[in-house]
């Protein structure tokens, strides 16, 4: 135990020397929240649209200012041909064309009924279908209006209708930011985690300290144990010190137990460090370890559900996100932070994280050779 | 047959990296206490060897016996008699001196009591009382050669390997460096020795020379020398090569 102590001093004390450290510890939380948290958002607003209106009638125009009025909406370019509208889609300034054709009011008074084209850029499968949606919506709506308009109050309160009234759970207001922010915090410890563990014994291969350190009677597991929980002290202040950020700058809501989230972070970063170590004793270089590191780290973030829900991957990749522990602890984090969820209902996620743990921890010192 | 007064034996040691024999049949002794020197030119096999004895590499085949353990099977034993000092420099760049002291006396677990002695008379041997809290990047090289010796031998090893160690460093330095390696040797430290500097080959009791991956010749510097009827130890081994390279 003793020699544990002395390798995790002297750990601490090259960390905090390095003068990068202080910075990446506290100034890159910062940054990431406030850069990641608001700029990762699948809300929409101003979406530049173009109009073509061929009616040029009361009715039409009054569509027109619907959509104009709406928060999602922005008028880039209006103009009476189809080419000219295309061309502004071709350069990327509008992502929308709304067509109304002509005799469009005429229609809609003799028929009861007429049409719009609307025209949407979908290289933007997710977000087509949002402005889809959104153009729905005002459609709709400036639908009832007309129908208020035209027909009678007695009429009306005939139209037989099914009223939806939603009401949001964890998180009613739909804020975007209350949703990401458990996950960017999880990024966070992941980063600072496995960069620090994977670059660490490499590096003392790189200087031939290790060999001095492998001609001392050391065990393996004293070794491991000395170089992990430096970075897991230093990985959980982390989080500390990113949820004090989250709750002082965006408030978000932290339901669930403190104490059951920082078990979990616990679990999850043996994992995460275990992992980079794993990953530094079978490179020889700090810049293989980084590459092997960073490939893993890639895939794992992107499927971790983050950015996209899980649950809408294909089958093979949901099977894939059994491995990854990183949509393990976002899936935790989020539920703890966001639903209050107790022990008994993360215990799906939490467990496999503590079988990972210890099988890659256990590798990470089987790697680990003293001699070759 | 083991001779009480031997504390390395080595029989038809073996190392091969893939088809290249590095060690070839090595057989020798060294005595307790001696200052054993390894000479040979670069590629000849010597850090292989050392390596080999400081239970860092496995040997292919051979039995070797260090400190009275078996290589094979009390490795743990012998890592904690034996010292070592890499060509590669194995201090820490950003530690102090005395962190660099502490922590392998630390993971060679000495006390705290232990520790606090030590450096401070390793530090006081050295000169380097001034330097204490100096990074170990700061000091000039002749200085952190000399501490990576100290701290090498920091735990009282009954054997200290050295494998080039004063590779890149002035004549006054290793004049220096010299005097600190009969220093350990009067202490009771058998003193492992590889080099390819043929004047320090003077230094040691008995040399052993090795040629592509074999031993060539061993014996004390005065034997060797007038068996191959040569001036210094320089000549006794460009003769000994010349053999090889004619043969």
């Known amino acids: 135990m003793r020699t544990v102590l002395f390798i995790i001093q002297k750990e601490f004390i090259q960390v905090f020397r390095n003068r990068m450290m202080m910075p990446i510890i506290f100034v890159v939380p910062i940054i990431q929240l406030l850069i990641l948290v608001h700029a990762a958002t699948f809300e929409m607003k101003n979406i530049r649209f173009a109009v073509i209106d061929l009616d040029m009638s009361t009715t039409s125009r009054k569509m027109v200012g619907k959509f104009q009025g709406s928060p999602f909406f922005l008028l880039a370019h209006t103009s009476f041909s189809d080419k000219e509208a295309e061309t502004e889609m071709k350069k990327g300034t509008v992502d929308m064309i709304l067509h109304i054709p002509y005799g469009f009011e005429k229609k809609l008074v003799k028929e009861n009924a007429a049409g719009v084209q609307v025209v949407i850029n979908a290289i933007n499968g997710a977000s087509a279908g949002l402005i889809n949606a959104y153009t729905m919506m005002i459609i709709m709506d400036f639908n009832r209006e007309i129908l208020v308009d035209w027909l009678s109050p007695v009429m009306l309160s005939s139209t037989k209708n099914i009223r939806i009234s939603p009401s949001y759970w964890y998180n009613p207001k739909l804020n975007y930011k209350t949703y990401m922010v458990p996950g960017i915090l999880v990024l966070l410890v992941t980063i600072i985690g496995l960069l620090l563990s994977g670059m660490n014994i490499v590096r003392e291969k790189e200087i031939g300290t290790i060999e001095q350190i492998n001609v001392t009677p050391i065990r393996k597991v004293q070794f491991i144990a000395g170089k992990l929980l430096p970075f897991w002290i230093i990985a959980l202040f982390e989080l500390a010190f990113g949820l004090t950020i989250g709750k002082l700058l965006f408030n978000i809501p932290i339901i669930g137990n403190l104490w059951l989230i920082f078990l979990s972070a616990g679990v999850y970063l043996f994992v995460i460090l275990g992992f980079g170590l794993l990953v530094s004793t079978m490179t020889n270089t700090q810049q293989q370890s980084m590459l092997v590191s960073f490939f893993f780290m890639v895939i794992f973030i992107l499927m971790s559900g983050l950015f996209t829900s899980i649950e809408s991957m294909p089958v093979w990749a949901q099977n894939l996100d059994r491995v990854n522990p990183i949509a393990y602890f976002i899936r935790i984090m989020r539920m703890v932070m966001l639903k209050g969820s107790g022990f008994h209902d993360i215990r799906n996620s939490f467990f496999p994280l503590v079988a990972y743990a210890v099988i890659i921890i256990s590798f990470a010192i089987r790697r680990y050779r003293k001699v070759s | ?247």
């Open chain 2, 1 to 247: 047959m083991t001779n009480n007064d031997n504390i390395i034996t080595v029989k038809n040691l073996v190392k091969k990296f893939g088809h290249f024999v590095a060690n070839d049949h090595l057989t020798f002794e060294v005595r307790k206490g001696e200052i054993f020197g390894f000479l040979g030119a670069n590629g000849a096999g010597k850090t292989t060897a050392i390596r080999i004895l400081c239970g860092l590499s496995y040997p292919t085949s051979g039995e070797v016996k260090v400190a009275g353990f078996d290589i094979y099977s009390q490795r743990d034993q012998i890592k904690r008699n034996i010292g070592y000092m890499s060509q590669k420099f194995s201090l820490y760049d950003d530690l102090t001196v005395y962190e660099n002291i502490r922590f392998y006396a630390g993971i060679y677990g000495l006390s705290r009591k232990e520790i606090e002695s030590r450096a401070g008379s390793l530090m006081k041997r050295l000169n380097l009382e001034d330097a204490k809290d100096k990074l170990i990047r700061d000091i000039p090289q002749g200085w952190k050669q000399k501490l990576a010796f100290s701290v090498a031998i920091i735990h009282d090893p009954k054997i200290v390997f050295l494998d080039e160690p004063t590779g890149g460093v002035d004549p006054i330095t290793r004049r220096q460096f010299w005097n600190l390696i009969y220093e350990a040797a009067r202490d009771g430290i058998t003193v492992f020795v590889t080099t390819h500097y043929m004047d320090e080959a003077e230094y040691c009791d008995r040399v052993t020379i090795m040629v592509d991956g074999k031993i060539a010749a061993l014996d004390t510097p005065p034997v060797l020398k007038k068996k191959y009827d040569a001036a210094n130890m320089n000549e006794v081994f460009l003769k000994l090569a010349r053999v090889k390279v004619e043969a």
